[in-house]
């Protein structure tokens, strides 16, 4: 059997529960037996940049796991560039030719960012899996509360469709970034944080929730660092079963890096781990020990 998934994507859904963020609209109903004080509210409508920077880069590795064999089947590098009022953020991901014989994966997302706010202006992703293809652009107006997707099997060939939206959301890129801004040690364990992105003509409402922290945690070919936990829903039917359960471990310091990422998909199950980085705003402070048990100095790469 074929694994059919868009990696760049999976990435992108996996890296959510490192994120957390306030609504100024009104949260969706907390779950049977959740109370609205175990219910995050928080603005997701503009935040301020205090974490990442231009020429930062984060590079990913993915394994995934069949029959019980864990191979490495490729990457993802996300990027940071600097245009004048905007960011522009990049997610490249494509697998390893050793791994293009069982199924090859080529994506690329770009999204452009409003620096005051955060969301995005005009989000852009080319899919190349196997013989799939699609190219999707996203302009948003935030005034009408719309967005134009220019989408098709390619750039050539896309028609335009006018979606309704709600205020304020977001991408999968934007998302990401914006929500590493958020200060974690606001929330209790146990808090339920809800989030809604825009991905294939569909607005998705979602939840993480916050598990606290792990204090030593081990980051394969990495070291040892102080970790925050999440445990986000996940979208049934993309890659995922309905009971599937995510874990991520971001970095406990300014920077808010996601680290590492687990769960089981539809088929199989797989691990994301930061392979390297460059490019960081302030020191790594939660790296507590390299691999071979040496203290951390504090420096990024």
């Known amino acids: 059997m074929m694994l059919s998934f868009d990696m760049a994507r999976l990435l992108a859904i996996f890296?959510?529960?490192?994120?957390?963020?306030?609504?100024?609209?009104?949260?969706?109903?907390?779950?049977?037996?959740e109370t609205e004080r175990q219910t995050a509210l928080i603005n997701q409508c503009s935040i301020r940049n205090d974490v990442?920077?231009?020429?930062?880069?984060?590079?990913?590795?993915?394994?995934?796991?069949?029959?019980?064999?864990?191979?490495?089947?490729?990457?993802v590098v996300f990027r940071v560039r600097d245009l004048g009022d905007r960011y522009h953020v990049s997610a490249y991901g494509s697998t390893y030719p050793s791994y293009e014989w069982f199924y090859k994966v080529n994506d690329k997302y770009d999204t452009y960012l409003d620096k005051k706010t955060l969301l995005p202006t005009v989000s852009v992703r080319s899919v190349s899996e196997?013989?799939?293809?699609?190219?999707?652009?996203?302009t948003f107006d935030r005034s009408a509360n719309t967005l134009t997707s220019l989408r098709g099997k390619s750039r050539d060939s896309a028609t335009p469709s006018e979606y309704s939206v709600e205020p304020c959301v977001h991408d999968l890129l934007s998302i990401i970034y914006f929500a590493r801004n958020i200060d974690f040690s606001t929330l209790e364990k146990g808090t339920a944080v809800p989030i809604k992105i825009f991905m294939d003509q569909t607005t998705w409402p979602l939840r993480l929730r916050y598990q606290g922290k792990n204090p030593d945690k081990h980051i394969h070919?990495?070291?040892?660092?102080?970790?925050?936990?999440?445990?986000?829903?996940?979208?049934?039917?993309?890659?995922?079963?309905?009971?599937?359960?995510?874990?991520?471990?971001a970095s406990d310091d300014k920077?808010?890096?996601?680290?590492?990422?687990?769960?089981?998909?539809?088929?199989?199950?797989?691990?994301?781990?930061?392979?390297s980085y460059s490019g960081l705003k302030y020191p790594l402070s939660s790296k507590i020990a390299h691999e071979d048990g040496s203290?951390?100095?504090?420096?990024p790469q």
């Open 15 to 33: 890296l959510l529960p490192t994120l957390s963020f306030l609504f100024e609209v009104p949260p969706p109903p907390p779950y049977k037996g």
């Open 52 to 75: 990442f920077e231009p020429g930062e880069e984060l590079v990913y590795k993915l394994y995934y796991n069949w029959n019980f064999v864990w191979m490495a089947a490729g990457e």
């Open 130 to 138: 196997g013989k799939y293809r699609l190219y999707d652009k996203l």
């Open 221 to 249: 070919k990495l070291g040892r660092f102080k970790t925050i936990l999440f445990s986000p829903d996940v979208i049934k039917g993309y890659v995922f079963k309905e009971d599937d359960k995510l874990k991520v471990w």
């Open 255 to 275: 920077n808010h890096l996601p680290l590492l990422i687990e769960s089981p998909i539809s088929v199989g199950s797989v691990k994301v781990v930061l392979k």
């Open 295 to 299: 203290s951390e100095g504090g420096t």
